[in-house]
């Protein structure tokens, strides 16, 4: 294009808006302007101006050079400048010098990869404000964050039961096998093992290291391993008050900020009791205590430095260095991997504990073989007995406690429970029961007659009271109920002796004054001096003289085992061959209230026993436990000095006692009565014909007795040597508690045996578990029998007796020689002549002292009189067939005779004696014993 044809030049300078500018400054400042674009970059083409570029290019331009026109000069001329005289190189980017910025990025007068590198001004401002904001945000969470209350789970904690030697039994009650233990309970040992393999500084730090946090931090965010606190008490903090073990940043930073707060306001001492209380050591046990009896079954304060060490070394992960192994969680972590890494970080604590001065070198030195840690537990903790054993600790606590600790309390855990249990007692009593079993029970060979057999025992410490061993049944995990407790079986004879000591001390009643109910005047009886009628199917009289009836208006025929008939026997003899007869009707002569407080005052619960006033109640008609039943004989065997049964000694919480046992003896019968009912009992065991003879033990002394139920559904043997009484109770029930038909069976030909009696195997158990449980004991012998003061007359509002203090306690008891002396309970049945005193009889109420009583004629009047001559008068159906002046008995006949029958209420006749002297009781309405009128 031809240059005349080309378009006149344009005004430069950004437009109509420039032209606004221009034309509002004077015309000498624009000719300056002009004179400054002239003379700045060289000219365009034919020597014209370069175009400015707009409006975006003014702003740009303004920006770099400072005020408008000298931007808008500099930007023109490329060399020009503003007032600050940036000079450019054709207005790029960074060409010139602009306003300073406080952040100077994109870096100016740089250029490419330069211009986006950040300058180390600029990094270290960056970094220092980061740090200044983390600080800021720091200072204010701390401030804010308030240490939080230790979590449930690491509070919670099981009941732990011990043996009576302090052994641990079982630990259960809770879900967490824990034991919280005061700072001062933890041995200083364990808290310097402690600090030596993980925190050195724990005495003087915040609780925080910073470079193990930094070292887990960058662990974490590159991907790597994840890493635990570094500190005690971090670790504290993550186990017992965030109740969240996950490995995250945020978690972390709650961990720091808490574990700050801790160090800094918390005592270090509870720290580190809270951080040993909590930590998991493996096996299931959580917290140091409950590691110390798993691992080495004793208490955390009798752990040495060595046993501590080991502890110490469990928390860097028991998994792979319990020494047992730990192949079902990790396939590595064998029994041989896990022995050496336990043992070598065992040496090395132990050393760092030398270094550290925690641990005397000399003591070190004797550290030189690993401690020895017991194998795991296997099975169920609570499986045979030690059920059982725990659940009556676990009553006896609630129903005694002081405190109103409840169920509901005792099973949120805590409780250290030391029971009178000893474990070598109710181990062997568990397999004098099984050998037994095993020998005679067949289910399989007798179906019908040997299945759902259940055996039940206990032992009592007459001393004290202690339970010192229980069988429950074979298994507590399988069958439910223990049998050691009230289970519904009735005693049998085993209750006779309550009849008998409720007889020598609160004696017969007299006929002849007051009514069944009204005062009465009673006399004393004696064992072998008073004489009752044994006679089989034999009729149990009132007070009043009448015949018992039954609900059906049936004469009451009392039976005896066997249908044995024993006729005139005296209360040793009926004892010994367990006659009922006699004993049925002596409890009829007390009166049923009279035996039933005599039995209350042994130790058995009133609610055991049948309410009814009824004859069968002397002969074991009520069901009390085989714990009750020995506790109750336990008292004869102190010699009338009644100790209630216990089986917990003591109870602590949190190391501090809360619950002591006091021992609370009562005395429930004179020496007098006591020493009788057990040398009558002694004739039992002792005697060829005893039904107890097969309980005998060689060299000791034992008294006891047999008892067996009608229908055969329950056999019982309960005995006592000076140390130790035990009840053992048989019989047959489906073990099945939701079978709401179970009943008792019968037991005839049980174990291939006729009929069971407690003569058999409830006497042989008792046999085989005392022989060994008194395996080594001294052979005390039981106090001599004191005399009685048969005959003495008392009451007249029917009151007792008040039983007099013991002189000598029973557990003065001498050692018994290895051939005892003989005793009343080992002579032959004596007889009624022992006496030579020619006196009134001391049971007959109208005597006449100077004929030795009764009419010597021979005409003997129902109890009032007495034969002159040594010959035995029996009453009721007899008619005289001897002489009464003689020696002769008279038996015999239907009243026409001689003799009188007994009182006008058709009671007994005499019972008399060669010198007069007249024993017994009366069976229906007769003072003295006899056939019945």
Same mark, same amino acid.
């Given at each position: 294009?031809?240059?005349?044809?080309?378009?006149?030049?344009?005004?430069?300078?950004?437009?109509?808006?420039?032209?606004?500018?221009? &034309?509002?400054?004077?015309?000498?400042?624009?000719?300056?302007?002009?004179?400054?674009?002239?003379?700045?970059?060289?000219?365009?083409?034919?020597?014209?101006?370069?175009?400015?570029?707009?409006?975006?290019?003014?702003?740009?331009?303004?920006?770099?050079?400072?005020?408008?026109?000298?931007?808008?000069?500099?930007? @023109?001329?490329?060399?020009?400048?503003?007032?600050?005289?940036? %000079?450019?190189?054709?207005?790029?980017?960074?060409?010139?010098?602009?306003?300073?910025?406080?952040?100077?990025?994109?870096?100016?007068?740089?250029?490419?990869?330069?211009?986006?590198?950040?300058?180390?001004?600029?990094?270290?401002?960056?970094?220092?404000?980061?740090?200044?904001?983390?600080?800021?945000?720091?200072?204010?969470?701390?401030?804010?964050?308030?240490?939080?209350?230790?979590?449930?789970?690491?509070?919670?904690? !099981?009941?732990?039961?011990?043996?009576?030697?302090?052994?641990?039994?079982?630990?259960?009650?809770?879900?967490?096998?824990?034991?919280?233990? @005061?700072?001062?309970?933890?041995?200083?040992?364990?808290?310097?093992?402690?600090?030596?393999?993980?925190?050195?500084?724990?005495?003087?730090?915040?609780?925080?290291?910073?470079?193990?946090?930094?070292?887990?931090?960058?662990?974490?965010?590159?991907?790597?391993?994840?890493?635990?606190?570094?500190?005690?008490?971090?670790?504290?903090?993550?186990?017992?008050?965030?109740?969240?073990?996950?490995?995250?940043?945020?978690?972390?930073?709650?961990?720091?900020?808490?574990?700050?707060?801790?160090?800094?306001?918390? *005592?270090?001492?509870?720290?580190?009791?809270?951080?040993?209380?909590?930590?998991?050591?493996?096996?299931?046990?959580?917290?140091?205590?409950?590691?110390?009896?798993?691992?080495?079954?004793?208490?955390?304060?009798?752990?040495?430095?060595?046993?501590?060490?080991?502890?110490?070394?469990?928390?860097?992960?028991?998994?792979?260095?319990?020494?047992?192994?730990?192949?079902?969680?990790?396939?590595?972590?064998?029994?041989?991997?896990?022995?050496?890494?336990?043992?070598?970080?065992?040496?090395?604590?132990?050393?760092?504990?030398?270094?550290?001065?925690?641990?005397?070198? %000399?003591?070190?030195?004797?550290?030189? %073989?690993?401690?020895?840690?017991?194998?795991?537990?296997?099975?169920?903790?609570?499986?045979?007995?030690?059920?059982?054993?725990?659940?009556?600790?676990?009553?006896?606590?609630?129903?005694?406690?002081?405190?109103?600790?409840?169920?509901?309390?005792?099973?949120?855990?805590?409780?250290?429970?030391?029971?009178?249990?000893?474990?070598?007692?109710?181990?062997?009593?568990? &397999?004098?029961?099984?050998?037994?079993?095993?020998?005679?029970?067949?289910?399989?060979?007798?179906?019908?007659?040997?299945?759902?057999?259940?055996?039940?025992?206990?032992?009592?410490?007459?001393?004290?009271?202690?339970?010192?061993?229980?069988?429950?049944?074979?298994?507590?995990?399988?069958?439910?109920?223990?049998?050691?407790?009230?289970?519904?079986?009735?005693?049998?004879?085993?209750?006779?002796?309550?009849?008998?000591?409720?007889?020598?001390?609160?004696?017969?009643?007299?006929?002849?004054?007051?009514?069944?109910?009204?005062?009465?005047?009673?006399?004393?009886?004696?064992?072998?001096?008073?004489?009752?009628?044994?006679?089989?199917? $034999?009729?149990?009289?009132?007070?009043?003289?009448?015949?018992?009836?039954?609900?059906?208006?049936?004469?009451?025929?009392?039976?005896?085992?066997?249908?044995?008939?024993?006729?005139?026997?005296?209360?040793?003899?009926?004892?010994?061959?367990?006659?009922?007869?006699?004993?049925?009707?002596?409890?009829?002569?007390?009166?049923?209230?009279?035996?039933?407080?005599?039995?209350?005052?042994?130790?058995?619960?009133?609610?055991?026993?049948?309410? &009814?006033?009824?004859?069968?109640?002397?002969?074991?008609?009520?069901?009390?436990?085989?714990?009750?039943?020995?506790?109750?004989?336990?008292?004869?065997?102190?010699?009338?000095?009644?100790?209630?049964?216990?089986?917990?000694?003591?109870?602590?919480?949190?190391?501090?006692?809360?619950?002591?046992?006091?021992?609370?003896?009562?005395?429930?019968?004179?020496?007098?009565?006591?020493?009788?009912?057990?040398?009558?009992?002694?004739?039992?065991?002792?005697?060829?014909?005893?039904?107890?003879?097969?309980?005998?033990?060689?060299?000791?002394?034992?008294?006891?007795?047999?008892?067996?139920?009608?229908?055969?559904?329950?056999?019982?043997?309960?005995?006592?040597?000076?140390?130790?009484?035990?009840?053992?109770?048989?019989?047959?029930?489906?073990?099945? &508690?939701?079978?709401?038909?179970?009943?008792?069976?019968?037991?005839?030909?049980?174990?291939?045996?006729?009929?069971?009696?407690?003569?058999?195997?409830?006497?042989?158990?008792?046999?085989?578990?005392?022989?060994?449980?008194?395996?080594?004991?001294?052979? $005390?012998?039981?106090?001599?029998?004191?005399?009685?003061?048969?005959?003495?007359?008392?009451?007249?509002?029917?009151?007792?007796?008040?039983?007099?203090?013991?002189?000598?306690?029973?557990?003065?008891?001498?050692?018994?020689?290895?051939?005892?002396?003989?005793?009343?309970?080992?002579?032959?049945?004596?007889?009624?002549?022992?006496?030579?005193?020619?006196?009134?009889?001391?049971?007959?109420?109208?005597?006449?002292?100077?004929?030795?009583?009764?009419?010597?004629?021979?005409?003997?009047?129902?109890?009032?009189?007495?034969?002159?001559?040594?010959?035995?008068?029996?009453?009721?159906?007899?008619?005289?067939?001897?002489?009464?002046?003689?020696?002769?008995?008279?038996?015999?006949?239907?009243?026409?005779? !001689?003799?009188?029958?007994?009182?006008?209420?058709?009671? *007994?006749?005499?019972?008399?004696?060669?010198?007069?002297?007249?024993?017994?009781?009366?069976?229906?309405?007769?003072?003295?014993?006899?056939?019945?009128?």
């Amino acid at each position: 294009m031809s240059e005349h044809r080309r378009k006149p030049p344009q005004p430069q300078g950004g437009g109509r808006a420039a032209a606004r500018r221009a &034309a509002q400054q004077s015309p000498g400042h624009r000719a300056e302007q002009a004179r400054g674009v002239n003379s700045g970059s060289p000219a365009g083409p034919y020597g014209e101006e370069r175009p400015y570029g707009g409006r975006a290019e003014a702003r740009r331009a303004a920006q770099r050079g400072g005020g408008r026109r000298a931007g808008a000069a500099g930007g @023109a001329g490329g060399h020009g400048g503003g007032r600050r005289g940036g %000079a450019g190189h054709g207005g790029g980017p960074g060409d010139g010098p602009g306003k300073k910025r406080i952040i100077d990025y994109p870096r100016s007068g740089k250029h490419g990869w330069r211009r986006w590198t950040p300058s180390w001004k600029l990094v270290t401002g960056v970094f220092l404000g980061f740090a200044a904001l983390l600080m800021g945000a720091a200072t204010v969470a701390y401030a804010w964050v308030e240490i939080p209350d230790p979590a449930k789970i690491a509070k919670a904690q !099981n009941n732990v039961y011990y043996w009576a030697d302090g052994s641990q039994m079982a630990a259960t009650g809770g879900e967490i096998n824990r034991q919280i233990l @005061a700072y001062d309970a933890i041995p200083a040992e364990m808290r310097y093992a402690v600090m030596s393999a993980e925190n050195k500084s724990f005495e003087t730090d915040w609780g925080v290291d910073p470079s193990g946090i930094g070292r887990a931090v960058v662990n974490m965010a590159m991907g790597g391993q994840t890493q635990g606190g570094s500190t005690i008490t971090q670790q504290y903090v993550k186990n017992a008050m965030l109740d969240d073990q996950s490995q995250t940043l945020s978690r972390k930073a709650k961990e720091l900020f808490i574990a700050l707060k801790v160090g800094t306001k918390g *005592s270090k001492e509870k720290t580190m009791a809270g951080y040993l209380n909590t930590s998991y050591y493996g096996r299931g046990a959580y917290g140091l205590q409950a590691a110390a009896r798993t691992y080495f079954n004793k208490d955390a304060k009798d752990l040495n430095a060595s046993e501590c060490a080991f502890l110490a070394s469990l928390l860097k992960g028991a998994t792979y260095y319990d020494p047992a192994g730990a192949t079902e969680i990790d396939p590595t972590a064998t029994p041989q991997a896990n022995a050496d890494r336990a043992t070598k970080r065992w040496k090395w604590i132990l050393d760092e504990m030398v270094k550290d001065g925690h641990l005397d070198a %000399a003591k070190r030195a004797g550290f030189t %073989a690993f401690p020895k840690v017991v194998p795991p537990k296997k099975g169920a903790q609570l499986s045979g007995q030690t059920g059982y054993l725990v659940d009556l600790a676990k009553a006896y606590f609630i129903n005694n406690n002081e405190q109103g600790i409840t169920a509901k309390q005792l099973a949120q855990g805590g409780y250290e429970i030391h029971t009178t249990f000893d474990k070598k007692n109710v181990e062997q009593l568990q &397999a004098a029961v099984k050998k037994v079993y095993d020998a005679n029970i067949d289910p399989q060979k007798r179906p019908k007659t040997d299945t759902h057999v259940q055996f039940g025992g206990a032992s009592v410490n007459p001393e004290n009271g202690a339970i010192t061993a229980i069988y429950g049944g074979a298994d507590a995990t399988k069958h439910f109920t223990n049998n050691a407790d009230q289970t519904g079986a009735q005693v049998g004879s085993t209750f006779k002796p309550f009849v008998l000591a409720a007889a020598m001390r609160d004696g017969v009643r007299n006929p002849a004054l007051g009514s069944e109910q009204g005062p009465s005047e009673r006399r004393i009886v004696d064992p072998d001096r008073a004489f009752y009628n044994g006679q089989n199917k $034999l009729k149990i009289r009132r007070y009043d003289g009448s015949v018992w009836k039954d609900e059906n208006g049936n004469e009451w025929l009392q039976t005896n085992d066997g249908q044995e008939d024993y006729k005139n026997i005296s209360l040793r003899e009926a004892m010994i061959h367990s006659a009922n007869s006699p004993f049925v009707q002596l409890g009829m002569d007390i009166g049923i209230d009279k035996v039933r407080q005599a039995a209350i005052d042994s130790g058995l619960r009133k609610e055991s026993l049948v309410e &009814a006033d009824v004859p069968s109640f002397s002969i074991g008609i009520s069901d009390p436990s085989a714990i009750r039943m020995a506790g109750a004989y336990a008292t004869f065997a102190a010699n009338g000095e009644r100790n209630e049964p216990y089986s917990v000694t003591k109870v602590l919480k949190s190391g501090k006692e809360i619950y002591t046992h006091q021992d609370k003896g009562a005395r429930a019968f004179d020496t007098a009565v006591a020493s009788n009912v057990t040398d009558v009992l002694r004739s039992v065991v002792e005697d060829p014909e005893g039904t107890g003879r097969k309980a005998a033990l060689p060299g000791r002394q034992v008294a006891g007795k047999t008892g067996t139920t009608d229908g055969n559904k329950s056999a019982w043997f309960v005995g006592y040597t000076p140390q130790l009484s035990t009840a053992i109770d048989m019989y047959r029930m489906d073990d099945d &508690a939701t079978n709401k038909n179970r009943k008792f069976e019968e037991m005839f030909g049980t174990g291939g045996q006729k009929k069971i009696h407690g003569s058999s195997f409830p006497s042989e158990i008792w046999r085989e578990y005392m022989s060994t449980a008194l395996e080594g004991k001294e052979k $005390l012998r039981f106090p001599e029998p004191e005399p009685l003061d048969a005959g003495a007359v008392f009451g007249g509002g029917a009151e007792s007796p008040k039983p007099k203090p013991s002189a000598s306690p029973s557990k003065s008891a001498s050692p018994s020689p290895s051939s005892p002396s003989p005793s009343k309970s080992q002579s032959s049945s004596p007889s009624p002549s022992t006496s030579s005193k020619a006196s009134c009889p001391p049971y007959e109420w109208d005597c006449d002292e100077e004929n030795g009583g009764g009419d010597n004629s021979g005409q003997v009047n129902g109890g009032n009189g007495n034969p002159a001559g040594g010959g035995t008068i029996q009453g009721g159906d007899t008619q005289g067939t001897g002489n009464p002046t003689g020696g002769g008995a008279v038996e015999g006949g239907d009243n026409s005779g !001689n003799v009188n029958g007994g009182n006008p209420a058709g009671g *007994s006749a005499n019972s008399g004696a060669a010198n007069g002297e007249t024993d017994g009781g009366r069976p229906g309405g007769g003072w003295i014993s006899g056939m019945e009128g």
